[in-house]
């Protein structure tokens, strides 16, 4: 197992390299200019060539590469045009929202989905199934800035239960965190409980026709015991590899979910950096959420033995 | 708050523990949405409007504008203009300092005034006059002209992009060309950097030894009086949001609410709308004077007769509360507002417009017309142009891109066909355009102009008189003949002034009219 898990993580490297030269090359042969946008609408043409100076613009591509490839190696992924800060700060500053966002997120997701999934599969063909079913294409129908503007409009602006958009740090009290987090979890979460509710019907579905369900409801079994411990447990691989793309889907960013309810996440921050051709933080953040989907695959991959027994590296 | 989220709130609270305690508020904070989101602190280095309204917070100048259009006294007490009319003498008033309690001399105002010129148009026009500036003493400096101007004071108390704002010494000397790294002013606000969140909080907190003048606040002039005790832009791209979260007492201030929206707005009992810029903006239709067929003065000509500014103001603005028809290229109802020259333009006369292209022998070439999409001022702007060029008899290629897109490319000057362009459209704060100096699409002085590039030595002679004249009557004459020779030799199309009022809750009080949005003189009741 070990031997595998260095294997993959060295196997990344040279993802991660193509991932840095592309999205190098595009950058720059992209029709942007970061200096024209640094100097603001009504600058005139010598403000922009000073600002194209002094950020090193007018220097050979291959020139800007190799300063900047050097500086990764380094661990210094450069500053940031707009910000003057480092990047590895900016990115920082950026992670508690969207993790914070994508733990509850997914939180919410697991208990719902499975569950929900299970009771479908458990009572396929009546209208409990068709009710969980029909909800699934409701849910990934409607596009997240619509259920966004709904959950708002009930809970925020008529009810005036919850905030209508901010985010607060933990640090700065949970209670706060927790409550500014509410909205948005549930706007995002509804597309993943409808897809992960489908996926755990179908895989349990398939499971329940088993030998081995057979022989456990025959040894007098109670339901839940047969659903969870012999059906579920066996019907858990795919589910996982869904939460997994889930979680990886979350970390790289949840651009309209953060847009909608102001969260200055990793979503937000890419945005405006590709708005703004901030090219050292777009940069950093496409190789942070190429390095994020090959880790969370790897532990995905590692989480396979733990649920089945047959799978081995 | 309602009970259910008081609630809410206490259970959350309960449930878990409070890893930091928030900070007891019982002091005054207005939150404010600002128009986008501040990246780039440094008002000189850039134009950007968020970062000149930044500005405004930390910095102090020394002349401003009042709600006349007149040139007022700021951080100066007293100046005189020598008999001869090149010698300025100013004094500072007394008790001004920066945010770290030391105290402004002159010492820190004259390498601001240097850096700030190096960048901005009108700066460097002015300092085209100027022989030297001089220190006589820690309050005293002194301008020696080389000939006379009018533009000293126009300069110096200009409100918009670039602001000549004053900065301490040893940040005032930072390369123009390089972004300042201490933000320390002695403007009425203090910028607390340690708690910006960049993308959601931007914080300042009053300056407590600020001295306001005595006079009341009127534009960028008279007392900067701070009636609260922390002020928070919040950022918030998402307009309908912005206005969901004034309506639910979140924040307390939108700077400018899309116009459809105000509908919405003006149904709450608990919200008004203020327009804090009477002046105003303006759109403009740029051509670009270096290829065919706009390097013809008579094809430019011809779109003074196809347009009519209603149909831009209606498309996006739509209601005539928000939108005035003006012909005058310099901001009507302010000192050099006129309509000379464009008398029988503007109203879409199509016979005219044709009649014109076919002298200009009009051969038929697409015009790429960049069509900025992102921005929901600017969007319908490009289609209304393309339908009216199309019925004046021009062929348009209107290409869609973000604003980002049409910034980068304007300043191309590659033919339209290799990725260069025609024409754009975009709007500009009407403080910025108040005479030809200060305008930067009427010069048309070639390469140095902006992007567009318009090339006449006569326009050019005009605004070098203005520059030089000091006299107002005289002038406002030259700024009629500015824009009639405009007329004959098109830098481009001023489509109408429009207004954006801010929206705010009922115990927001006291907001100052101005050219940009100054948090000075508010409280909160």
Redesign the interface.
Known sequence: MGGYILRRVLSTLPVLAIVAVLVFLMLRLTPSDPAAIIAGDYASSEQIEGIRERLGLNEPILKQFIIWIGGVLQGDFGESFFYKKQVAELIGERLEPTLSLSLITILLVVLIAVPLGVIAAHNHGTWIDRFVMGFSVLGFSIPVFVVGYILIYIFAVTLDWLPVQGYQRIRDGVGGWLLRLVLPAMTLSVVFIAFIARMTRTSVLEVLNEDYIRTARAKGQTEIKVLVRHALANAAVPILTIIGLTVAILIGGVVVTESVYTLPGLGLLTVDAVLARDYPTIQAVILLFSFAYVLINLLVDVAYTFLDPRIRY | ??T??RA???L????????????ANAQKTLRFVPHS?L???DPI?????I?RNHGYMVYDTLFGMDDKGEIKPQMVDTYTLSDDKLTWTMTLRDGLTWHDGQPVTTADIIPSIKRWAA?D?MGQKMFSFVDSIDAKDAKTFVIKLKSPTGLVLLALGKPS?NVPFMMPKRVAETD????I?EFIGSGPYVFKRDEW????KIVYVKFEGYKPRSEPPSGTTGGKVVKVDRVEW?????H??AV??L??G?VDYIESPPHDLVPLIKKSKDIYTFNWNPLGNQFTFRFNVLHKPFDNPKVREALFYAFNQEDFLKAVVGTEEFYKLCKGMFICGTPFGTEAGFEDKLESNFKKARELLAEAKYDGTPIVLMHST?LQVLTNLAPVAKSLMERAGLKVDMQSM?W??V?????KKDAPEA?GWHAFL?S?VAG?LLNPVMA?FVNAGC??A??GWPCDEQIEKLRDDFARETDPAKQKAIVEAVQKRVAVYPTHIHLGQWYNPGALRNNVKGVVAAPAPVLWNISIE
């Open positions: 708050m309602s259910m989220r809410l709130a206490v959350t609270a309960a449930a878990t523990i409070p890893l930091l305690a928030t900070v989101d990246k780039i602190l280095w850039t134009t950007a409007y970062v960048k148009s992009s123009p060309n390089k972004q790294e969140q960049p993308g959601s919040r950022p918030i791209r998402d309908q949001q969901n979260a309506l639910a979140e992102d973000d980002q897109t910034v980068a490319r304007r300043s990725g975009t500009w910025d930067g390469d140095k902006m992007f």
